[in-house]
């Protein structure tokens, strides 16, 4: 269902699923970050569910931790995050050794693509910048914005658009490979503050085709 509008950037809390109809086929990207076409065709088919908690802790640093299970066997994933752009290792079910950072930023201090900086509800306020490095497929993600490592890179934006008049968490994001980049704005649902972990499990049960 569509976000209320005192779901924000600054209360991410909360249960979502991403919206297969209304987000980008992902299938370039994964392609691009090394992932077979086996576990490709897995994603695609799997639904997707996140379950968020975002805080301040006592050093008025913002942290997000997620918690992402996919069904039909392509299994879970959490993401801590500490908006403070310290690069960080992190250990991906998917992708493997990456490293990764994450913080605030100001969407006039958006340098890169301008696919990143379009289409949000607010583009005054700010965003959350993502971006992410492969450590052995020689790909980076940005959302949003370019990093200071050296490219191959993977980045996000995060925000929310308002989409057919509703309301929805996206985020939008670049990945490159050498000379090679592809886009895509992935949406998400709010389903307020159900179990979506235990939706997700309910689901496993009956979807063994891809067992772990």
Do not use: C
Request: charged share 30%; aromatic share 10%.
């Amino acid at each position: 269902m569509a976000a209320p509008a005192d779901k924000t950037l600054k209360d991410m809390s909360g249960e979502w699923i991403m919206n297969k109809k209304l987000s980008d086929d992902t299938d370039y990207i994964l392609q691009l970050q090394g992932i077979g076409w086996f576990l490709r065709k897995a994603i695609s088919l799997a639904t997707v569910y996140l379950t968020i908690n975002e805080y301040i802790d006592d050093n008025s640093l913002t942290h997000i931790d997620i918690k992402q299970v996919a069904t039909g066997g392509v299994g879970g994933n959490t993401e801590n995050r500490t908006l403070d752009w310290t690069p960080r290792d992190h250990k991906d079910g998917i992708f493997g050794e990456v490293k990764a950072k994450s913080r605030w930023i100001d969407m006039k201090d958006v340098d890169d693509d301008d696919f990143l900086k379009t289409g949000f509800d607010d583009m005054e306020g700010d965003h959350i910048q993502a971006w992410a490095e492969s450590k052995n497929n020689g790909w980076t993600a940005n959302q949003a914005g370019l990093s200071p490592f050296a490219l191959p890179l993977i980045g996000w934006i995060w925000g929310f658009e308002v989409i057919d008049e509703k309301r929805y968490h996206t985020r939008r994001v670049v990945v490159r490979k050498g000379d090679d980049w592809k886009l895509a704005r992935l949406v998400y649902d709010y389903q307020g503050s159900g179990k979506s972990e235990e939706k997700a499990a309910n689901r496993e049960e009956d979807d063994l085709a891809y067992g772990e």
